[in-house]
C-alpha cells in the first residue's frame, strides 16, 4: 500500500468533530408529555399536537421490525433525548443574524451559507440537530411562488399546504420509525412549487447532528403542483460519537399531475470506526406519489451511518407516471448496509427503472431489497431493474432480496442482479497502462457507479465520487 | 391439528425409528402449518390443506393395470419401474428385476426389515425438519417410500423410474411418500419420479427425497407431477453433493390445484455441479410454487438454475431461489434464471430470485423477466401467413421448449415435448 493511500486509509472522518454551541435540550425519554413538550416548544397548533399524539400512541403499540439483514445493539428508547435545539435559534430575518459559531461549523463543513447564496446558486436550508438554522435565497424563491423553509415556519405559514399533505404519502401508522419519527419530529424542510413553475434554482438542505445522546427526526415535504418541477438535493454528516446515534427522518414527496421532482442524497453520517464502534442509526422511511404524467426520481449515494436502513420507494398512481431510483450504496469496515426501493405500480402505462450498485468492503454487509408490484389494473406498466454488488475482499458480504410480483399480464419486468469481484484482468489492463493500482480501482469502481453518479447534479457528483473513494480505500492491499 | 394427533396415535406402523418419528410429530405439532407471515410462504397459502382433515387411505384392491401405468406415466421398457398406489407399493405393476445385482432398490417398508441399520443412520438426516413442517409431517407419518443404493463405480444405464399413482380411492386422504438415495462415489444413474391421478380425486400429497450424491457420482432426477388438479402436492428434495459430483434436477409441473416444489442442494465437495431446472403450466384457479435454495458451502462449485412459467387462466405462480455462497466458497460460479410468460389478464406471478454472497472471488447473476408473449415476433409471424393462434402456440411451445431441451434423457424429453405442444396446439384450437 502505498504513503498516500495509507494516509487516506487512515483520514479521520472529516466531519466528525463537535461543535460547542449552547443548546437547548429537554429530559432524556419518551412518553405523551415529551410530545407535548416539543409540540408547545414549536408552538404548534392544536391540530398536529394531535397527530403527534395519535402517532405517538400508535408506536407504543408497535415493535421494531426486524426483517432486515442487519444486526445491531438494540435502542433503548428511552435512553435518548428527542429534542435538541441550538439556543441561539430565533426567527431569521437574514443570515447575518445567524449565530457566527454556526456560520463557522458550516465553514468546516464546506458549506458557507454566504458562499452557497451568492455562489452556487444553490439554496440551502440547514438543520443543525433537528432545528433550521437558515434557509438561504428564500427572496429569490418567493419571487416564483416557491416555498421553501424549514417544517416549522411552514406549520406557522402555511399551516393548509401542511395539513393538506402531510402524512399523505407516509401515514403516521406506516412503520415503527415513522411513527416515532411522526410523534416526535423536531423540524425539517419544507417546500412547495406552484402549479407550473419550474424551480429555477436547485433547492438543498443539509443534515447535521451535533449534541450527543440525540436522535435526529426531522420531517421533510416536498410538494409540486400540477405541471411544477423542482431538483432537490440532501446531505448529511454527524460527529465521531463512541455511542450509536439514532436517525429516524420521513420524507414524503408528492408530485401532482405533470409535475417533476428529482430528489439527490449524499449520505454521509458517521459511520463508525473499524472495530464498529459508534456511527449512526440510519432508519429512514422515503416515498413518493406521482400523480397523472408525474415523476419523481431519486438518486442516492450512501457512504456513511453505521446501519442504513432505507427504502425510497414511488407510489405510481396516476397513469403514465414514472418513478426512478438510482443507488450507491458502500459499506467498509463493520457498517451494515439494507437498503433498495419499492415501485407500486398502481396506474396505467406507468414506468420504473432501478439501478441499484452496491460495494461492499472490509467486513461490510450490504443488501439490496426491493419490490416491483404490479396491481390487477396497472396495464402496460414496465420496469426495468439492474443490480450489480462488487466485492473488494474476503470478510464482507453481498445480498440481493428482489421481490417482483406481477399481477397484470400486459406487464413487462425484466431484473438482473450480478456480484462479483474487482477485476483482475481490468486492473491489470490499467496497471500496465502506467496507472497505480489505486488509480485503477478507484477508476474501476467510478465506472462501475457511474449509471449513478451521471444522475447527480455536478456538485454532488464530484463530492460523491471524492467520498466513494475515501471509503474504500485502504479495503484495497 | 388434534386430527393429526389422533391418526398420529393411530399410526399402524409406529414400530420403526419411533423416536425420530415422536420428534418430527412434536416439532409439526410445535411449527403447525406455516402462515403467509413466513417469508418462505409469503406468497403462498396452505389454509386449503390446514383445514382438511385428510385420512388414511382406505385399504382397498388396485384395479390398474401395466398398460394403464404406462398410460399414466409413460416411460420405456427397459426402465426399472416401482409403481405405488395411494401410497402403497404394487408389486405386480413393478419391475425392477433386471437392475444390476450390487444396486439395492427396494421399498422403505421392505429395507426397514431387511436392514433397520441403513435406513436408521440415514433418514432424516438429510432433510431437516426443524424449519420445515411437512418435511416434519413426512417423517411423522411416511409409510412407504423408496431406498435406493447404488456402491462406488457402478452406473446404470436404464432410469429407475418411481411411479405413484392417485385414484378415487386416495379422495380425502394423504400420502406421505419418502425417498432415500445413496449414490456412492463415482456412481451414476438416473431417477424419473412421475406423479399422476386417475380422474380428479382431491387428496394430498408430501412426499420428501433425501438424496446423497458421493464424490464424483453423477444423478439425474426428473420430477413429473401431474396431479389431479384438485389434489393438493408438497414435495422437497434435499440433496448433499460431495467432491465432483454432479446434480442435475428437473422439476415439471401442470397438476395439483395447489403445489409447492422445494429443491435443496449443498455442495460440501470442491468441484461441485449443480444444474437446477424447471417448467410450469398452469391454467385455472391453480397455484403452483417453486423454492430452490442451493448452498455453496465449497469453493469451486458451479450452479446454473432455469425456471419457467407458464401461466393461464386465473392462476398464480411464485418462485422463490436462493443461492447462498459461504465465506469458503471461492471461485463460486453461479447462474439463476427465471422467467414467466402471462397469457392470460387475470394470471399472477411473483417471483423472488435472492443472492447471499459472502465469499469476494464469485461470479454469480440472477434474471427475472415476466411478460407476455412478444408482440413483434406475433406481426411476424402473422406477416408470414400464420394465423394468430398457431402464432400464439408455437410461440408459447418455443419458451417452454428452451428449458425442455435441457432435459438429457431422449425418452423423456420427447414424452414431455410432446406433452407440452399437444397442451398448446389443444387450446389453440379450441
Known sequence: ?477 | MSTYADAFAAGPNAAWLPELRKSAFDRFTALGFPTTRNEDWHFTSVTKIAERVFKPVKAGKNTLSTHDVEQLAGGESDWHRLVFVNGKFEKSLSNFAELPAEVTVATLQETLKESPEFVAERLGKLASFDAHPFTALNTAFAQDGVVIHVPRGVVVDAPLQIVHICDEKAAGASVHPRLLVVAEALSQFTIVENYVAVGTPSYFVNAVAEVEVGNGAIVNHYKVQRESTEAFHVGTVQVTQGKDSVYHSFSFATGAALSRTNVYTRMLGEGAEAKLNGLYLMDGTQHADHQTFVEHIAPNCASRELYKGILDGTSHGVFNGKVYVDPQAQKTDGKQTNHALLLSEGSRVDTKPQLEIFADDVKCTHGATVGKLDQVGLFYMKSRGINAESARALLTYAFAAEVLETIELDALRVQLEAHVFEHFVRQSQE
Open chain 1, 1 to 477: 500500500m502505498s504513503a498516500s493511500i495509507e494516509s487516506l486509509v487512515n483520514k479521520e472522518y472529516a466531519y466528525g468533530f463537535v461543535s460547542d454551541i449552547d443548546a437547548d435540550t429537554i429530559p432524556k425519554g419518551l412518553n405523551e408529555d415529551v410530545v407535548r413538550l416539543i409540540s408547545a416548544k414549536k408552538n404548534e397548533p392544536a391540530w398536529l399536537l394531535e397527530w403527534r399524539l395519535k402517532a405517538y400512541r400508535r408506536w407504543t403499540t408497535m415493535t421494531e421490525p426486524h426483517w432486515a439483514n442487519i444486526t445491531y445493539t438494540p435502542v433503548d428508547y428511552q435512553n435518548l433525548r428527542y429534542y435538541s435545539a441550538p439556543k441561539s435559534v430565533k426567527p431569521l430575518q437574514s443570515l447575518d443574524e445567524v449565530d457566527p459559531e454556526l456560520l463557522k461549523v458550516y465553514g468546516k463543513l464546506g458549506i458557507s451559507l454566504n458562499e452557497q447564496k451568492r455562489m452556487s446558486g444553490v439554496a440551502v436550508d440547514a438543520i443543525f440537530d433537528s432545528v433550521s438554522v437558515g434557509t438561504t435565497m428564500k427572496e429569490e424563491l418567493s419571487k416564483h411562488g416557491v416555498i421553501f423553509c424549514s417544517f416549522t415556519e411552514a406549520v406557522h405559514n402555511h399551516p393548509e399546504l401542511v395539513q393538506r399533505f402531510l402524512g399523505s404519502v407516509v401515514p403516521y401508522s406506516d412503520n415503527f420509525f415513522a411513527a416515532l419519527n411522526s410523534a416526535v419530529f423536531s423540524d425539517g424542510s419544507f417546500c412547495y412549487v406552484p402549479k407550473g413553475v419550474k424551480c429555477p434554482i436547485e433547492l438543498s438542505t443539509y443534515f447535521r447532528i451535533n449534541a450527543a445522546e440525540t436522535g435526529q427526526f426531522e420531517r421533510t415535504l416536498i410538494v409540486a403542483d400540477e405541471g411544477a418541477s423542482v431538483s432537490y438535493l440532501e446531505g448529511c454528516t454527524a460527529p465521531k460519537r463512541d455511542e450509536n446515534q439514532l436517525h429516524a427522518a420521513v420524507v414524503e414527496i408528492i408530485a401532482l399531475d405533470d409535475a417533476n421532482v428529482k430528489y439527490s442524497t449524499v449520505q454521509n453520517w458517521y459511520a463508525g470506526d473499524k472495530e464498529g464502534v459508534g456511527g449512526i442509526y440510519n432508519f429512514v422511511t422515503k416515498r413518493g406519489k406521482a400523480m397523472t404524467n408525474a415523476k419523481i426520481s431519486w438518486t442516492q449515494v450512501e457512504t456513511g451511518s453505521a446501519i442504513t436502513w432505507k427504502y425510497p420507494s414511488v407510489i405510481l398512481q396516476g397513469d403514465n407516471s414514472t418513478g426512478e431510483f438510482y443507488s450507491v450504496a458502500v459499506v467498509n469496515n463493520k457498517q451494515q448496509a439494507d437498503t433498495g426501493t419499492k415501485m407500486i405500480h398502481i396506474g396505467k402505462n406507468t414506468k420504473s427503472t432501478i439501478i441499484s450498485k452496491g460495494i461492499s468492503a472490509g467486513q461490510g454487509q450490504n443488501s439490496y431489497r426491493g419490490q416491483v408490484k404490479v396491481l390487477p389494473k396497472a396495464e402496460n406498466a414496465r420496469n426495468y431493474t439492474q443490480c450489480d454488488s462488487m466485492l473488494v475482499g474476503n470478510k464482507c458480504g453481498a445480498h440481493t432480496f428482489p421481490y417482483i410480483e406481477v399481477g397484470n399480464n400486459t406487464a413487462t419486468l425484466e431484473h438482473e442482479a450480478s456480484t462479483s469481484k474487482i477485476g483482475e484482468d481490468q486492473i491489470f489492463y490499467c496497471k500496465a497502462r502506467g496507472l497505480s493500482a489505486e488509480n485503477a480501482i478507484s477508476l474501476i469502481v467510478s465506472g462501475f457507479c457511474k449509471e449513478v453518479f451521471k444522475e447527480l447534479p455536478m456538485e454532488f457528483a464530484l463530492e460523491a465520487q471524492q467520498l466513494l473513494g475515501i471509503t474504500l480505500e485502504g479495503s484495497v492491499g
